[in-house]
């Protein structure tokens, strides 16, 4: 892959060279994305059955004719299951281009999950030989199943050619009304699933809340329209009845107190944080595994905020999910996670559990982050700036990429970009200062 050094302007020639060299890439990445591809081609295995998302090595780029933009360049980190993992760091670092790789969301054909694996612990659909859900149903003490009557739309029993009122099979159905299928636990790699194969995951098992609900909801349809159509999409069998009961449950379960009203209405006459509040109900609604959080209250005042937080702590709980939240605010972090992960200009500098990066933060821009965090006591209202710049992102050094602005710096910096060090069992750092050598 070409790349240009960014000292000077580029001329057209080089232009044309680095827009020749991307064409080729994105050519093969495109072509795999939307390959025919037999599942055992995308089926993986988790490292620690213990996680739901194990992200390896994964380098997510943009290729523009200035050259190849390493957004994301070598991230590994995983969620265990039940816990929630915050990802930190500036402005853009990456954060937001790890977790829409994760949702394979990235706009093609320029941006692109180059390398590494994704892999998803799913819960899905066990299916038949022709490829259909198998559903479950009632049986009584005696193992037979169940008979229920067949009705039309108003509730009357439908009659047979002879008049005799039909039967079928009762499905099971959950707390919500909805129907039951046989389900079966399979790890994907999301990097090597056909764009076409991620509706099995995309909104059912890992579902996205935003900074801005107005972005994901549809001005032209009423909140529930939208909220049905989850459930409609993503269990088979449901008809617009039981869709509308499991939306009003959605609804009531993320504290909207007039369901019935906020059900018929559209997504311009709620306020932000009912709208939040919706956009997490529609989260919801495909019962999903993984809730990916991108800045999820940044946009709300400071009490919604928090409301905001403690609803998503409390639904985590309730569906035993697991949470990647994204943000700038450490304090947020500090509030909900169990584990977090520091990204500076596309990779991973720090990764611990909240404890460990709170009580004892290692890389130095960690620690300049700690500094940075405004408290109540703190007499200057002006916070502490991290001085010096990000290396540009098309061109980035061979060394430590945060030398420019580090105090600490000692001779091995000037030679190759530190290595993940291992300082805990679950505690790493990517730092000359602590590898093995250099503290003997
Ligand atoms: N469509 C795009 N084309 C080119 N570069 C992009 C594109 N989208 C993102 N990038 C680059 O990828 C890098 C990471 O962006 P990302 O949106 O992940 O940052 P972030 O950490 O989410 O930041 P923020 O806190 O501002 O949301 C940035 O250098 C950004 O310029
Ligand atoms: S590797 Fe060196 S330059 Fe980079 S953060 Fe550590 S001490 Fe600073
Ligand atoms: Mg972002």
């Known amino acids: 892959m070409e790349e240009k050094k960014s000292s000077h302007y580029l001329t057209g020639k080089e232009i044309r060279a680095i827009v020749k060299s991307n064409n080729k890439i994105i050519r093969v990445l495109e072509k795999k994305k939307h390959r025919k591809a037999q599942e055992s081609e995308f089926v993986s295995e988790m490292k620690d059955a213990r996680n739901i998302l194990e992200v390896e090595n994964l380098h997510s780029y943009f290729f523009t ?16 299951q039940g816990s929630t993992v915050g990802v930190v760091g500036e402005s853009g ?5 790890t977790s829409m790789s994760i949702m394979q969301l990235l706009q093609g054909p320029y941006g692109q999950i180059y390398d590494g694996a994704i892999r998803f612990k799913s819960y899905d659909f066990k299916r038949d030989a022709q490829g259909k859900p198998i559903p479950i149903y009632e049986k009584d003490a005696d193992g037979n199943v169940i008979m229920e009557p067949v009705t039309d739309k108003k509730g009357n029993p439908k009659l047979d050619r002879d008049g005799n009122p039909m039967t079928e099979p009762k499905q099971k159905r959950d707390s919500y009304g909805t129907r039951q299928f046989e389900m079966e636990e399979k790890t994907f790699d999301i990097a090597q699933m056909p764009i076409k194969e991620m509706h099995r995951l995309r909104g059912r098992q890992i579902a996205m809340i935003f900074q801005e609900p107005m972005t994901s909801l549809n001005p032209v349809f009423t909140i529930g329209n939208q909220l049905d159509e989850v459930t409609l999409l993503h269990f088979p069998g449901s008809t617009r009845e039981d869709a509308k009961k499991r939306s009003i449950e959605m609804l009531n379960l993320v504290g909207i107190a007039m369901p019935e009203r906020v059900y018929k ?9 009912m709208r939040q509040r919706v956009m997490i109900s529609m989260a919801l609604a495909g019962d999903p595994r993984l809730i990916i959080a991108d800045e999820p209250t940044t ?5 919604i905020q928090a409301q905001i937080l403690d609803l998503l702590r409390e639904l985590k709980e309730r569906i035993n999910g ?11 972090i500090a509030e909900m996670a169990d584990y977090v992960v520091v990204m500076y200009a596309g990779r991973i500098i720090e990764k611990g ?21 405004p408290t109540m006591d703190s007499e200057t209202d002006s916070l502490f700036n991290i001085p010096g710049n990000v ?9 430590c990429y945060f030398r420019e602005r580090c105090s600490g710096c000692i001779k091995k910096c000037f030679g190759d970009y530190p290595e993940m060090v291992q300082v805990s069992p679950t505690h790493w750092v990517a730092c000359h200062l602590y590898e093995k050598e250099e503290t003997e």
């Open 65 to 80: 004719d200035q050259g190849v933009v390493k957004a994301v360049n070598g991230v590994s980190f995983e969620i265990p």
């Open 93 to 97: 670092c990456g954060k937001s281009v």
């Open 265 to 273: 209405s559209y997504p311009h006459e709620l306020s932000g944080g």
């Open 299 to 303: 946009a709300l005042d400071v009490t």
């Open 322 to 332: 697991s949470i990647l939240l994204i943000t700038h605010d450490l304090g947020i």
């Open 353 to 373: 559990t909240a404890s460990e990066i709170f009580h004892h933060p290692m890389h130095p821009y960690t620690i300049g982050l700690q500094k940075s965090k």
């Open 391 to 399: 290396p540009n992102p098309i061109d980035m050094p061979n060394y």
